[in-house]
């Protein structure tokens, strides 16, 4: 029950946190609120998975909290997705493509990124 509340407590902050950047960054043609909070959402997850989460905290339920429960809220693939859809429909298969390839490929650059410096961190 208990890595059920924290769960739940650090998805509600990840989903504040998620508004809040998307209220910084504002509203335009290209979902760049939705592409930044992925990216940035992908390359803590990645640096943290890396073996600083274990390192920094040894509580499997908070570890848990933090991944999927904080870091699953703020990031979003349905948004993704319907963000690139919507995109399509409107006549703006050029943005849709740009978005698509810098999600896709910009996810795995900072997830790459966020496993080497993490394993750095570790052995440090």
């Known amino acids: ?11 509600a902050v990840g989903a504040i946190c998620r508004i ?7 509203s335009s043609d290209f979902p760049l609120a939705t592409l930044t909070v992925n990216l940035m959402g992908t390359f803590i997850l990645c640096l943290l998975s ?8 040894s ?3 908070l570890q ?3 991944t999927t429960g904080f870091l699953g809220s703020f990031t979003t693939f349905s948004a993704f997705s319907m963000e690139t859809v919507d995109l399509i429909q409107t006549g703006q298969a050029t943005f849709a493509i740009l978005y698509m390839i810098l999600s896709v490929i910009g996810g795995l650059v900072v997830g790459i990124i966020g496993v080497r410096i ?3 961190m570790v052995k440090a």
Do not use: N, P
């Open 1 to 11: 029950m208990k890595q059920v509340l924290y769960v739940g407590f650090a998805g």
């Open 59 to 61: 509580d499997q339920e």
């Open 20 to 26: 809040g950047i998307g209220t910084l960054i504002g």
């Open 118 to 120: 993490g394993r750095r």
């Open 64 to 66: 848990t909290a933090i």
């Open 50 to 57: 890396a073996g600083v989460l274990h390192r920094l905290i």
